[in-house]
């Protein structure tokens, strides 16, 4: 499929994919500096897995509230692992981390008249320190990074995989799978600190080849084997991938697990800003209902 591709569109997508192949593992979390943050015990002095986890969520928390890009929630997660996976993080001092990597992927993505001031930014977080302290961290961040703030992400890899998919299928059948339940379980995912680990490549493939077994989508089976061979994808780490895909899906639409909570925010703002975010939320929360839903009809982001 991959290889006989003839449109202009199909050959454009197809030069996107070889790019972001070519420099996927560039700027990616240290696979050894997450584990530790995996293996280390909860006792309020260290960086564990569930404190990164809980902060991931609040950055989504934030992404939903002021209607961002999904790319600017993925390149967020990107730079807060590459940090936390890099230096040792006292957990009073995750939320300027969380937050001050959040704002650099918001002024990298989003456009500048959407960009909020750094003021509105902490009170809207709930937090107690300081724009000094926020543009302090960030500078730390930045260092730590060696000031490379763009990165290959998952999300980059589902949009192409998708619209590659798409291309081959005939126009009414193209409907056959929902970008935004896609991008939905991408989200859930990211909430995990061991899919960090994960190549952003095998991570999108993962999600859309489980939601094609799911949806019983028989036509796209064939595309995504030629994905996979194109993208130099073991089948063993699809298919080990996959597998724990379903079972973060599994818990993440289940009661059991605690969802981003948009609400919990508070509007500490002028009337006039918070009236505008407030809109632009209900917008995207609008376009975007079907992504709010995974394996039951529940709303799993607020």
């Known amino acids: 499929m991959i290889e006989v591709l003839t449109t202009t569109d199909s050959q454009k997508l197809l030069h996107q994919l070889n790019a972001l ?30 404190l990164r986890d809980f902060e991931v969520k609040d950055l989504l928390s934030l992404t939903q509230f002021f209607g961002f890009d999904t790319e600017t929630f993925s390149l967020a997660v990107n730079l807060l692992d590459r940090f936390l996976s ?9 939320g300027c981390v969380g937050l001050s990597c959040f704002y650099l ?15 509105d930014l902490i009170r809207i977080s709930q937090y107690r320190f300081t724009v000094s302290d926020l543009m302090r961290m960030e500078k730390i961040v ?43 379980q991408l989200k859930a995912c990211y909430c995990r600190i061991i899919f ?33 061979k194109h993208s130099k994808i073991n089948g063993r780490d699809l298919t080990f991938w996959q597998e724990l895909v379903s079972k973060c ?20 703002v002028s009337g006039r800003t918070a009236l505008k975010w407030s809109l632009n939320w209900i917008l995207t929360a609008t376009k975007n209902s079907s992504e709010a839903f995974l394996h039951k009809p529940e709303l799993w982001i607020p």
């Open 21 to 50: 192949l070519e420099q996927e593992l560039r700027c990616q979390p240290k696979v050894c500096g997450l584990r530790l943050i995996e293996s280390a015990h909860d006792n309020g002095l260290r960086m564990t897995a569930r």
């Open 86 to 94: 890099k230096m040792k993080v006292q957990p009073k001092h995750l």
């Open 105 to 119: 992927a918001v002024k990298s993505i989003e456009e500048e008249r959407n960009v909020p001031l750094a003021t």
């Open 142 to 184: 930045l260092e730590k990074v060696c000031w490379k703030v763009k990165a290959t992400t998952a999300f980059q890899f589902l949009q192409l995989y998708y619209s590659l998919l798409q291309e081959n299928l005939p126009y009414e059948r193209r409907n056959s799978l929902n970008f935004e339940r896609l991008e939905a």
């Open 196 to 228: 960090s680990k994960a190549k952003p490549s095998v991570l999108a493939l993962s999600i859309i080849a489980l939601e094609i077994q799911a949806q019983r989508c028989v036509e796209l089976t064939e595309g995504v084997e030629c994905l996979q």
């Open 249 to 268: 899906l599994t818990e993440y639409s289940s009661n059991k697990c605690s969802k981003p909570n948009v609400q919990k925010l508070k509007w500490i």
